[in-house]
């Protein structure tokens, strides 16, 4: 009986061995070749948009880069896609991109394997784009000692910074001060409601998010009282997280339905602190029945396309100008692992060679709006306004910073609350 | 239409089921095919109904050469097939039954249909509504369904194989009147038996069959004793049963009622002595299958007592049933009874006496090989259920039975089996007998009820309508009793 | 016999091959380079060339799950249940290891052991609930599965968002990795762990002795082929339904405890990884043998793991993974079935009946 299965499997085996087996001829013309849409392993060089289908003669500085999300997801990893490529544009490099890098997505596949494929294939840098990929980032980093690699938005080579390893030396983080992205947002938000009362669709709740609820809520504020002549404490401002950076059904709250509950429950802008654009597409969809609605996306430039009339407009990172320096690093060699939380280039916050957090306004921005947002922008870029000032209350009541007290970036970094006046709960844990 | 079946053969691996058979069906004749099982006869009908093709052979319909494929060819060319059990959807009603394989099905006159299957049934006399869902039927009535659907398909050709098995007296006596009705309409009817007395009855011509030749034919009729010596060589005589003394109480109700539906009117009393033979009689699903399941705790009754062997054992479960000796063998001996799939060797080790964690699969065969030879059963000891004509299954089935037993509980003995095969089962069975099993069988046979009885009970509607002596009692009182009429002694007529 | 058994296993293999390299071109590829990739970026390309030891690990921790619940599901499957909730036995598998790998402190072995134990009575639990769901409330396997299946998956992202949190983080990506005691050991650099590789072949071979040496495992078998026939001759069948759901329950319960502490290393809402409905396309593809359960779940690894190489190295997106594997299923399927036709009609020998 045994034998007979034996011979049953070594059939099958032996059927795969052969297709094995042929395919080993061609092995050594793998060809790199792009496409308008789906083409993922990319070369560029001079920043003409050219096909290239052969390998040039010098090899081209590689940079890898794991996705959390889908590449076109018209959000936070399109966001870092565009602007690896761009990067790589700049510096005539090649990109290696994979995206969909969760558990849920991908369960068998681990981002230090996808490193490790990446490196294997000449990636000089590794990027993970996610703070999801962390304990995937310092496996990694574990195990490529040799490799530069960038984890974004950590704080693992901050050395004042809570979670440092200090030996990761190969391991750099890196991320923009969005807080003030979010500030702008809440602005445009504050100065547009006409319920008073403003929702922000938030991801999951952790430090990060927190700091950008936070921000937008005292830009809000600001707006609402300092153009508008209006009482701040009057304006309402409700979050609901889903559970994690954008919907996976099943697993997070369904964001489409979060958004219907914040708009009926009297909120008529929709702040979007997660991935993808259900806040806009939601919120447009309902415009259109009629409602005076509008919203303000997050994370990529064109993010408004999708509801372009009730966009107040969108704050975005534009990652190309770091990821240019950090390559440039790892080719001139001075590559070390460093905290880079980087600002808005204030001379031109919507600068693409140089400004890494950018603020582009919408369609649904009145215009007197939006000379009152340019004036508020002005403000924080020439510190005459500080949002981070005291007196300011935690949500529970204690104080975060007392009368006249500014907050340091470790204070703002580790925001363990939502600030005193948002409703909804901001640390689910 | 006439038809040639000219040297067919067909092969399955080694065993030559059909070799060389030919025959000739003239147009308006009833032509008997009789054989006992696993003479070949079912592959014939299955070659000619295009469910098999032949390795060769020819058919000739008509005059005409035709090839079968498939099932649809032959209806196309005339050939009907009503199976032994009818091809009938049960949750569906009659007339989607009916109007189901119909040809062109992309549009569905059901009105039309519904029309024409009533006209049908009224030229042949039978009763059935087209919007009666099918699991209505009794095996009978899904019979007629089937012949008329046929007939509207075309059918000029009927074969019918084993027909009889499963339905009433009354409905075969139907049956034959209409298929003799059918013949003198210019219809050719195979009729496929092992049972004599129908074919005698039935058909003009006969053809017999033994081990996939065709071993003799006639004009009918014959006497009996030579289709008996064609089909076996020689005659079988019937043995008279032998008196057993009876001994003590094995089974016993006290006033036992169901709590509804059959057997929840009338309270049932009974005593059965060791060694005491009872005769269920009755139309089918007239109560006889609650009382077995009572009988054996598969049941539970709302009122009364079951003892078996002395002992109280109502409401307790089947198992206890059959730990105090009590089996129960259902009619349907691949549905309750035997398990697909499994080798007969298999069988053995489950309701094998010593049962230890580990199988000895070499002891297991070994054993399985002593069974086969000491129950004549045809087949191996790897031969799957399945695989076993409906004679061998009972063989196997009774192999199975525990060696003690006080009470063995048996749906149709002997239904689809060929004499030789009956008349070996109650061998075995008033064997057990003698040891002092009491047994009670249901059947739809008269002749076996009244030959293997001491007592009869009749069941009707969901009571029991009479208890008989099978001495003292013939075909036609338990006939009536059957039909509801109580016996004439009695005086009492009941609707 | 032998060489009609090599044909019945050569037509399916045939078929699949053909019908795999028809959409592999279908795809724009040559056909076999993907086919390359796949087998490099799972096992290395030449096979377990040095160096590629991390991806043999990884491919081999994915194997181990699916290879574990394959067998918990012949023996519901012989048993005639469909357990779609497999993958909650394998969550909440997932849930019990994670309870103890977290909470409890004891010496490493004891520690490993409680882990894989308490996973295997998670398991076993979520199986038993289906089965007395079954047995006794009449709820069909199928829809009593599904629903425990989203049950346990529920209560894991509640543990992940809420009690079991990342300290001052409520995501759900997951708990906080488990302390390193609490990890099945492995290799130097890698997951795979020679422990589970083990277990799993134990497990394999264990279902294997019962459906061929044991009275119960026949009894399983009888009891799944046709219930009213196994209850007449004695055998308590809803007990044996339970058995099959808790045999597999535990299996499943240990495929959990693999992701959790052998691949993962923490608590995430996707612990199953889906691997509890591919083993069900394992155990029909493996015609419900024990055996062929290792090589065809190593064969649905590699593609798990190895077809990101699609997206990296190719130009197509690395879903065609996803389709691919769909393909050899059905494909695998068809072969089979049209074997089996083939050899049903000359098989049909001794059915002759009247």
């Given at each position: 009986m045994l034998s007979k299965r034996l011979i049953q499997m070594l059939a099958v085996l032996l059927a795969f061995a052969l297709v094995a087996a042929a395919c080993g001829d061609s092995s050594s013309d793998t060809t790199a070749t792009t496409t308008g849409?789906?083409?993922?392993?990319t070369t560029t060089d001079g920043g003409t948009a050219t096909t290239a289908t052969t390998t040039p003669s010098t090899d081209p500085f590689k940079m890898g880069i794991l996705l959390v999300?889908?590449?076109?997801?018209?959000?936070y990893s399109q966001a870092h896609f565009e602007g690896a490529e761009w990067a790589m544009d700049q510096i005539g490099g090649e990109l290696i991109s994979l995206d969909f890098i969760n558990p849920a997505d991908n369960?068998?596949?681990?981002p230090e394997a996808v490193a490790k494929d990446m490196i294997d294939q000449g990636a000089q840098m590794v990027v993970f784009?996610?703070?999801?990929?962390r304990d995937g980032a310092f496996a990694a980093a574990e195990q490529n000692p040799e490799t530069p690699m960038v984890w974004v938005s950590?704080?693992?080579?901050?050395?004042?910074?809570?979670?440092?390893?200090?030996?990761?030396?190969?391991l750099s983080n890196v991320w923009g001060q969005m807080t003030f992205g979010k500030m702008i947002a809440g602005c445009a938000a504050g100065l547009t409601t006409q319920t008073g009362k403003l929702g922000y669709l938030g991801p999951l709740t952790n430090d990060e998010t927190r700091r950008l609820v936070n921000s937008a809520y005292l830009g809000a504020q600001y707006c609402y009282e300092n153009?508008?002549?209006?009482?701040?404490?009057d304006l309402e401002f409700a979050v609901t997280y889903i559970g994690f950076w954008f919907e996976i059904p099943?697993?997070?709250?369904d964001a489409t339905q979060v958004v219907n509950d914040l708009i009926d429950g009297g909120a008529d802008v929709m702040l979007s602190g997660i991935d993808t654009t259900q806040a806009l597409v939601r919120s447009g969809q309902r415009a259109d029945g009629g409602e005076a609605l509008w919203a303000v996306p997050y994370?990529?430039?064109?993010?408004?396309?999708?509801?372009?009339?009730?966009?107040?407009?969108v704050p975005y990172f534009n990652w190309g100008p770091a990821y240019v320096d950090l390559a440039n690093s790892v080719i001139d060699g001075s590559f070390t692992a460093t905290w880079e939380w980087l600002p808005p280039d204030?001379?031109?916050?919507?600068?693409v060679n140089t400004s890494t957090i950018g603020y582009i306004k919408g369609d649904g921005l009145s215009s007197e709006n939006g000379a009152f947002l340019d004036q508020f922008i002005a403000g924080l870029g020439d510190g005459s306004?500080?949002?981070?000032?005291?007196?300011l209350n935690w949500q529970d009541g204690s104080?975060?910073?007392?009368?006249?007290e500014t907050a340091t970036d470790i204070q703002i970094w580790y925001s363990e609350q939502c600030l005193e006046g948002i409703e909804g709960v901001c640390d689910l844990g | 239409m006439s038809l040639e079946l000219l040297d067919i053969h067909k092969h399955f691996g080694p065993v030559?089921?059909?070799?060389g058979i030919t025959i000739t069906v003239q147009e308006g004749s009833l032509h008997g095919l009789l054989g006992e099982n696993g003479a070949g006869k079912s592959t014939l009908m299955k070659v000619l109904s295009g469910f098999h093709s032949a390795d060769s052979g020819r058919i000739v319909l008509d005059g005409r050469e035709i090839k079968l494929a498939n099932p649809d060819d032959a209806i196309e060319a005339g050939i009907g097939m009503l199976h032994q059990d009818p091809l009938?959807?049960?949750?569906?009603s009659v007339i989607d039954n009916f109007v189901l394989?119909?040809?062109?099905?992309?549009?569905?006159?059901r009105k039309k249909a519904a029309r024409e299957l009533s006209e049908l049934c009224e030229r042949y006399g039978f009763n059935i509504?087209?919007?009666?869902?099918?699991?209505?039927?009794?095996v009978g009535e899904r019979q007629q369904l089937e012949i008329i659907r046929l007939l509207w398909l075309g059918a000029r050709v009927l074969i019918l194989d084993?027909?009889?098995?499963?339905?009433s007296a009354d409905q075969r006596a139907k049956l034959f009147e209409t298929l003799k009705a059918l013949a003198t309409e210019g219809m050719s009817v195979i009729f496929v038996s092992h049972k004599l007395e129908e074919v005698a009855d039935l058909c003009e011509r006969v053809t017999v069959m033994t081990r996939g030749k065709v071993v003799g034919e006639a004009e009918l009729?014959?006497?009996?004793e030579q289709l008996v010596e064609m089909m076996f060589g020689q005659s079988i005589e019937i043995h008279d049963r032998d008196s057993v003394p009876l001994g003590t109480s094995h089974l016993a109700f006290d006033s036992v009622r169901t709590?509804?539906?059959?057997?929840?009117?009338e309270p049932i009393s009974l005593d059965v002595q060791s060694g005491e033979v009872i005769g269920i009689a009755g139309m089918?699903?007239?109560?006889q299958d609650a009382f077995l399941r009572l009988c054996c705790g598969m049941r539970t009754p709302k009122e009364g007592t079951v003892s078996i062997g002395g002992k109280d054992?109502?409401?307790?479960?089947y198992r206890d049933y059959l730990a105090a000796d009590v089996k129960y063998l259902p009619a349907g001996r691949l549905e309750e009874g035997l398990i697909e799939g499994l080798t007969i060797t298999e069988h053995f080790v489950l309701t094998g006496e010593k049962q230890s964690f580990f199988v000895d699969w070499n002891a297991a065969r070994e054993r399985a090989v002593e069974q086969i030879e000491h129950y004549t059963?045809?087949?191996?000891?790897?031969?799957?259920?399945?695989?076993?004509?409906g004679g061998n299954q009972q063989r196997v089935l009774l192999a199975m039975?525990?060696?003690?037993?006080?009470v063995l509980l048996m749906e149709?003995?002997?239904?689809?089996?060929?004499i030789e095969s009956a008349d070996w089962v109650w061998e075995q069975l008033l064997a057990r007998r003698q040891q002092g099993t009491s047994i009670l069988f249901a059947s739809a046979d008269l002749d076996e009820l009244l030959r293997y009885s001491d007592r009869i009970l009749v069941f009707f509607s969901g009571r029991v309508i009479g208890e008989l002596d099978a001495n003292n009692t013939n075909v036609e009182e338990i006939g009536m009793l059957i039909g509801g009429r109580r016996a004439p002694s009695s005086g009492s007529v009941s609707s | 016999m032998t060489s009609n058994r090599l044909l019945y296993a050569l037509i399916p293999a045939g078929v699949v091959v053909v019908a795999a390299f028809g959409l592999l071109l279908a795809a724009g590829?040559?056909?076999?380079e993907p086919i390359k990739l796949i087998v490099e970026g799972s096992i290395g390309w030449p096979p377990?060339?040095?160096?590629t030891s991390s991806k043999v690990g990884d491919t081999v921790m994915v194997w181990v799950p699916i290879a574990l619940a394959s067998a918990g599901l012949i023996v519901t499957f012989n048993a005639?249940?469909?357990?779609?909730?497999i993958e909650g036995q394998i969550i909440m598998g997932a849930i019990f290891a994670a309870f103890v790998a977290r909470e409890v402190s004891v010496s490493r072995p004891l520690l490993i052991a409680l882990i894989i134990l308490a996973g295997a009575v998670g398991g076993m639990l979520w199986g038993l609930l289906v089965g007395v769901l079954r047995?006794?409330?009449?709820?069909n396997e199928i829809f009593g599965g599904l629903g425990l299946d989203f049950v346990a998956a529920s209560i894991t992202t509640y543990l992940i968002i809420d009690?079991?949190?990342?300290t001052g983080v409520a995501s759900t990506?997951?708990?906080?990795?488990?302390?390193?005691?609490?990890l099945l050991p492995s290799l130097e650099g890698t997951r795979l762990s020679p422990l589970a590789i083990v277990i799993t072949l134990v497990a394999i071979a264990g279902i294997w002795l019962l459906f061929r040496g044991t009275l119960y495992g026949l009894k399983l078998k009888a009891v799944g082929r046709n219930r009213p026939s196994s209850f007449l001759m004695g055998i308590p069948t809803n007990r044996y339904l339970l058995g099959a759901f808790v045999i597999c329950g535990a299996l499943a319960g240990i495929a959990g405890t693999s992701q959790a502490?052998?691949?993962?290393f923490r608590l995430i809402?996707?612990?199953?990884?889906?691997y509890g409905f591919l083993a069900i396309l394992v155990v029909l593809l493996a015609r419900f043998r024990a055996f062929w359960v290792i090589p065809i779940s190593f064969f649905f690894a590699m593609i798990a793991v190895g077809s990101s190489q699609l997206q990296l190295r190719l130009d197509?997106?690395?879903a065609l993974g996803g389709v691919l594997q769909g393909t050899l299923v059905l494909s695998a399927m068809f072969g089979l079935g049209w074997a089996a036709h083939r050899f049903r009609k000359q098989a049909e020998a001794g059915a002759e009946s009247t």
């Amino acid at each position: 009986m045994l034998s007979k299965r034996l011979i049953q499997m070594l059939a099958v085996l032996l059927a795969f061995a052969l297709v094995a087996a042929a395919c080993g001829d061609s092995s050594s013309d793998t060809t790199a070749t792009t496409t308008g849409g789906g083409g993922t392993t990319t070369t560029t060089d001079g920043g003409t948009a050219t096909t290239a289908t052969t390998t040039p003669s010098t090899d081209p500085f590689k940079m890898g880069i794991l996705l959390v999300g889908p590449e076109f997801d018209q959000g936070y990893s399109q966001a870092h896609f565009e602007g690896a490529e761009w990067a790589m544009d700049q510096i005539g490099g090649e990109l290696i991109s994979l995206d969909f890098i969760n558990p849920a997505d991908n369960p068998g596949l681990t981002p230090e394997a996808v490193a490790k494929d990446m490196i294997d294939q000449g990636a000089q840098m590794v990027v993970f784009n996610s703070d999801d990929m962390r304990d995937g980032a310092f496996a990694a980093a574990e195990q490529n000692p040799e490799t530069p690699m960038v984890w974004v938005s950590g704080d693992s080579a901050w050395a004042d910074g809570r979670a440092y390893r200090a030996d990761l030396t190969n391991l750099s983080n890196v991320w923009g001060q969005m807080t003030f992205g979010k500030m702008i947002a809440g602005c445009a938000a504050g100065l547009t409601t006409q319920t008073g009362k403003l929702g922000y669709l938030g991801p999951l709740t952790n430090d990060e998010t927190r700091r950008l609820v936070n921000s937008a809520y005292l830009g809000a504020q600001y707006c609402y009282e300092n153009y508008r002549g209006l009482d701040a404490s009057d304006l309402e401002f409700a979050v609901t997280y889903i559970g994690f950076w954008f919907e996976i059904p099943g697993v997070t709250l369904d964001a489409t339905q979060v958004v219907n509950d914040l708009i009926d429950g009297g909120a008529d802008v929709m702040l979007s602190g997660i991935d993808t654009t259900q806040a806009l597409v939601r919120s447009g969809q309902r415009a259109d029945g009629g409602e005076a609605l509008w919203a303000v996306p997050y994370d990529f430039e064109d993010a408004c396309q999708e509801a372009p009339s009730i966009c107040l407009g969108v704050p975005y990172f534009n990652w190309g100008p770091a990821y240019v320096d950090l390559a440039n690093s790892v080719i001139d060699g001075s590559f070390t692992a460093t905290w880079e939380w980087l600002p808005p280039d204030w001379a031109d916050i919507n600068n693409v060679n140089t400004s890494t957090i950018g603020y582009i306004k919408g369609d649904g921005l009145s215009s007197e709006n939006g000379a009152f947002l340019d004036q508020f922008i002005a403000g924080l870029g020439d510190g005459s306004i500080n949002l981070y000032a005291g007196p300011l209350n935690w949500q529970d009541g204690s104080s975060f910073l007392g009368d006249g007290e500014t907050a340091t970036d470790i204070q703002i970094w580790y925001s363990e609350q939502c600030l005193e006046g948002i409703e909804g709960v901001c640390d689910l844990g | 239409m006439s038809l040639e079946l000219l040297d067919i053969h067909k092969h399955f691996g080694p065993v030559r089921a059909n070799d060389g058979i030919t025959i000739t069906v003239q147009e308006g004749s009833l032509h008997g095919l009789l054989g006992e099982n696993g003479a070949g006869k079912s592959t014939l009908m299955k070659v000619l109904s295009g469910f098999h093709s032949a390795d060769s052979g020819r058919i000739v319909l008509d005059g005409r050469e035709i090839k079968l494929a498939n099932p649809d060819d032959a209806i196309e060319a005339g050939i009907g097939m009503l199976h032994q059990d009818p091809l009938v959807f049960l949750p569906f009603s009659v007339i989607d039954n009916f109007v189901l394989g119909s040809p062109g099905s992309a549009r569905l006159d059901r009105k039309k249909a519904a029309r024409e299957l009533s006209e049908l049934c009224e030229r042949y006399g039978f009763n059935i509504s087209p919007d009666t869902p099918a699991r209505l039927l009794t095996v009978g009535e899904r019979q007629q369904l089937e012949i008329i659907r046929l007939l509207w398909l075309g059918a000029r050709v009927l074969i019918l194989d084993e027909p009889t098995t499963g339905i009433s007296a009354d409905q075969r006596a139907k049956l034959f009147e209409t298929l003799k009705a059918l013949a003198t309409e210019g219809m050719s009817v195979i009729f496929v038996s092992h049972k004599l007395e129908e074919v005698a009855d039935l058909c003009e011509r006969v053809t017999v069959m033994t081990r996939g030749k065709v071993v003799g034919e006639a004009e009918l009729p014959v006497p009996p004793e030579q289709l008996v010596e064609m089909m076996f060589g020689q005659s079988i005589e019937i043995h008279d049963r032998d008196s057993v003394p009876l001994g003590t109480s094995h089974l016993a109700f006290d006033s036992v009622r169901t709590a509804t539906g059959l057997l929840s009117e009338e309270p049932i009393s009974l005593d059965v002595q060791s060694g005491e033979v009872i005769g269920i009689a009755g139309m089918e699903g007239s109560g006889q299958d609650a009382f077995l399941r009572l009988c054996c705790g598969m049941r539970t009754p709302k009122e009364g007592t079951v003892s078996i062997g002395g002992k109280d054992m109502t409401g307790k479960h089947y198992r206890d049933y059959l730990a105090a000796d009590v089996k129960y063998l259902p009619a349907g001996r691949l549905e309750e009874g035997l398990i697909e799939g499994l080798t007969i060797t298999e069988h053995f080790v489950l309701t094998g006496e010593k049962q230890s964690f580990f199988v000895d699969w070499n002891a297991a065969r070994e054993r399985a090989v002593e069974q086969i030879e000491h129950y004549t059963i045809k087949g191996t000891e790897a031969s799957t259920a399945e695989s076993l004509s409906g004679g061998n299954q009972q063989r196997v089935l009774l192999a199975m039975l525990p060696p003690e037993l006080t009470v063995l509980l048996m749906e149709h003995p002997t239904r689809g089996l060929d004499i030789e095969s009956a008349d070996w089962v109650w061998e075995q069975l008033l064997a057990r007998r003698q040891q002092g099993t009491s047994i009670l069988f249901a059947s739809a046979d008269l002749d076996e009820l009244l030959r293997y009885s001491d007592r009869i009970l009749v069941f009707f509607s969901g009571r029991v309508i009479g208890e008989l002596d099978a001495n003292n009692t013939n075909v036609e009182e338990i006939g009536m009793l059957i039909g509801g009429r109580r016996a004439p002694s009695s005086g009492s007529v009941s609707s | 016999m032998t060489s009609n058994r090599l044909l019945y296993a050569l037509i399916p293999a045939g078929v699949v091959v053909v019908a795999a390299f028809g959409l592999l071109l279908a795809a724009g590829t040559n056909g076999f380079e993907p086919i390359k990739l796949i087998v490099e970026g799972s096992i290395g390309w030449p096979p377990f060339e040095e160096g590629t030891s991390s991806k043999v690990g990884d491919t081999v921790m994915v194997w181990v799950p699916i290879a574990l619940a394959s067998a918990g599901l012949i023996v519901t499957f012989n048993a005639g249940m469909w357990n779609i909730g497999i993958e909650g036995q394998i969550i909440m598998g997932a849930i019990f290891a994670a309870f103890v790998a977290r909470e409890v402190s004891v010496s490493r072995p004891l520690l490993i052991a409680l882990i894989i134990l308490a996973g295997a009575v998670g398991g076993m639990l979520w199986g038993l609930l289906v089965g007395v769901l079954r047995t006794a409330g009449g709820v069909n396997e199928i829809f009593g599965g599904l629903g425990l299946d989203f049950v346990a998956a529920s209560i894991t992202t509640y543990l992940i968002i809420d009690p079991w949190s990342r300290t001052g983080v409520a995501s759900t990506s997951g708990t906080d990795p488990f302390p390193d005691e609490a990890l099945l050991p492995s290799l130097e650099g890698t997951r795979l762990s020679p422990l589970a590789i083990v277990i799993t072949l134990v497990a394999i071979a264990g279902i294997w002795l019962l459906f061929r040496g044991t009275l119960y495992g026949l009894k399983l078998k009888a009891v799944g082929r046709n219930r009213p026939s196994s209850f007449l001759m004695g055998i308590p069948t809803n007990r044996y339904l339970l058995g099959a759901f808790v045999i597999c329950g535990a299996l499943a319960g240990i495929a959990g405890t693999s992701q959790a502490i052998g691949f993962h290393f923490r608590l995430i809402p996707a612990i199953s990884g889906n691997y509890g409905f591919l083993a069900i396309l394992v155990v029909l593809l493996a015609r419900f043998r024990a055996f062929w359960v290792i090589p065809i779940s190593f064969f649905f690894a590699m593609i798990a793991v190895g077809s990101s190489q699609l997206q990296l190295r190719l130009d197509v997106n690395s879903a065609l993974g996803g389709v691919l594997q769909g393909t050899l299923v059905l494909s695998a399927m068809f072969g089979l079935g049209w074997a089996a036709h083939r050899f049903r009609k000359q098989a049909e020998a001794g059915a002759e009946s009247t």
